[in-house]
């Protein structure tokens, strides 16, 4: 029997896999390996995976800023499918909607439209696509309509259709006859009579200068979970088991376990909602379309900060300094900086100075110049389309 780290629940060894405390929605897999462990059971993997770092990765802000990465590294000599926006639940009401069921809509990079039919969640409004685990189980329909910027990629809208909605059970309809290509080659389904009406009422609803209303529904506390969570796994992960027993360690459990109108734990740090960090300070700790994290030690305790792309930025004390000596301190004692590229799947690591003195043009990092330059390069390419 063995304890997990999150849970603190005695189980046996068999239940325990293997957990990215840097998430792989973060791009977690190109960390150290000192950020993976084997101490955490199955069950808090899973679920925390599935509840926890959803919802943070879907939470709208936070979703669209991995998805304007996706565009910026989006090489047009290498089409991929890219991700669809989320626009919000829309007012439109196709034909046969269940009162339980929501019509959301998303759009695609060249304004292609898709309205897609799924339950309503209450509980988990914020999470952008809804209950991934209702998801993963219960059928439900989408409707695809290309646009007229399409005709100029039409591939690239053929390529984000096939990608969308990966991974769950989603009955894909095309709206659009497209003349050449069959859209069962990319797994959408026949239309049945329900979804022949459907298809006619969006193609007459969604054409034209129609004007409609969408809402979007944001948690201020989405990421409170997954910040003690992403904090408790690095302080284990650079400490061991000498942080467990200290009353901080307790505090980010209890954290990682909080519920929506609970009194919060005395954790330390500032989110980014709370505004608390200038431009100076988000340019300084991230980098363009990168996810950061560093790890930093002060008189306070042991901090994490993350910052997504210089634009959003999260710091919390990870460790206190109770049961951690001069040993334990010195690998990290000048500052060390993560930095990912998940979808390129790559992932550095360096110390706070030499990051400033990089950010700074006063040491070379050719692997990061290579992506910096790629990144320039076809900025222009989706204003053009
Ligand atoms: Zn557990």
Not at 10 to 28: A, N, Y
Not at 76 to 87: E, I, S
Not at 202 to 217: P, V, Y
Not at 305 to 328: F, H, P, Q, R, Y
């Amino acid at each position: 029997m063995k304890e997990c780290i999150y849970c603190k629940r005695p189980k046996p060894v068999e239940d325990f896999t293997l957990e990215h405390v840097i998430p792989q929605c973060l791009g977690g897999a190109y960390a150290p390996d000192k950020f993976k462990t084997r101490d955490v059971c199955g069950q808090c993997n899973n679920n925390l995976g599935l509840f926890v770092d959803a919802s943070f990765e879907k939470n709208w802000f936070v979703s669209q800023f991995f998805r304007e990465a996706a565009y910026a590294l989006f090489d047009p000599a290498k089409p991929v499918g890219l991700p669809l926006t989320p626009m919000g639940s829309s007012d439109l009401m196709p034909p046969e909607l269940q009162e339980d069921d929501v019509c959301e809509s998303w759009l695609g990079p060249l304004g292609e439209q898709v309205y897609w039919i799924r339950p309503k969640d209450a509980r988990l409004y914020w999470y952008v696509g809804g209950n991934p685990r209702t998801t993963k189980k219960v059928e439900t329909r989408a409707y695809f309509q290309f646009s007229e910027r399409s005709t100029k990629n039409a591939l690239l809208s053929w390529l984000t259709f096939r990608d969308a909605f990966e991974g769950r059970r989603v009955r894909k309809i095309m709206c659009t006859i497209v003349d050449g290509a069959d859209p069962a080659d990319i797994g959408f389904a026949p239309p049945d009579r329900l979804d022949a009406a459907r298809i006619e009422f969006f193609r007459t609803a969604c054409s034209g200068e129609q004007t409609r209303k969408n809402s979007l529904a944001i948690y201020t506390r989405y990421d409170v979970r997954f910040m003690a969570k992403l904090a408790l796994g690095v302080g284990y992960s650079l400490f061991g088991e000498k942080i467990l027993s200290t009353d901080y360690t307790a505090e980010l459990q209890k954290a990682l376990w909080h519920r929506e109108g609970e009194q919060l734990p005395d954790i330390q740090g500032t989110t980014d909602l709370a505004g608390h960090f200038d431009q100076l300070f988000k340019d300084v700790t991230g980098h363009q379309y990168a996810v950061t994290l560093l790890i930093l030690p002060s008189k306070e305790g042991v901090a994490v900060n993350l910052n997504l792309g210089s634009k959003m930025n999260w710091i919390v004390k990870c460790a206190s300094l109770e049961n951690l000596d001069a040993a334990d301190i010195e690998p990290i004692k000048d500052g060390v900086v993560i930095i990912l590229y998940k979808y390129l799947q790559r992932g550095f690591t360096m110390t706070l100075p030499e990051f400033i003195a990089y950010k700074g043009g006063m040491i070379d990092h050719n692997d990061l110049a290579t992506i910096n330059n790629h990144i320039g390069k076809h900025s222009e390419y989706f204003k053009n389309l």
